[in-house]
């Protein structure tokens, strides 16, 4: 059975930083591209970063130079470093994996950018 989790999400005031991280079981992790999605009430789910096997990365253009997403194969783990954080930063952010036709998705942890 395949898990993605997350952990990591919360309160963090404006300017502040966070680090996700979602841990995958289930599949063979290092064939996955890996990658990080958010999504607000009343908008489709956009995606915030994604790395491939070969650590090839790619980046909203909102994020650039804000976030950065790793991976480590050897703990089946997923990172994304959340800098100078923004209040429109404000989402569920949720872990995904895929490799061809399959794709897994993790449940959400919600990061919330306030004073």
């Known amino acids: 059975q395949v898990q993605l989790v997350e952990s990591g999400g919360g309160l963090v005031q404006p300017g502040g930083s966070m680090r996700l991280s979602c841990a995958a079981s289930?599949?063979?992790?290092?064939?996955?591209?890996m990658g990080w999605y958010r999504q607000v009430p009343g908008k489709q789910r956009q995606l915030v970063a994604s790395?491939?096997?070969?650590?090839?990365?790619n980046y909203v253009d909102s994020v650039k130079g804000r976030f950065t997403i790793s991976r480590d194969n050897a703990k089946n783990t997923v990172y994304l470093q959340m800098n100078s954080l923004l209040p429109e930063d404000t989402a569920v952010y949720y872990c995904?994996?895929?490799?061809?036709?399959?794709?897994?998705w993790g449940k959400g942890t919600l990061v919330t950018v306030s004073s």
């Open positions: 289930g599949i063979s992790f290092r064939l996955y591209t």
């Open positions: 790395i491939t096997r070969n650590s090839d990365t």
């Open positions: 995904y994996s895929g490799l061809g036709v399959m794709d897994y």
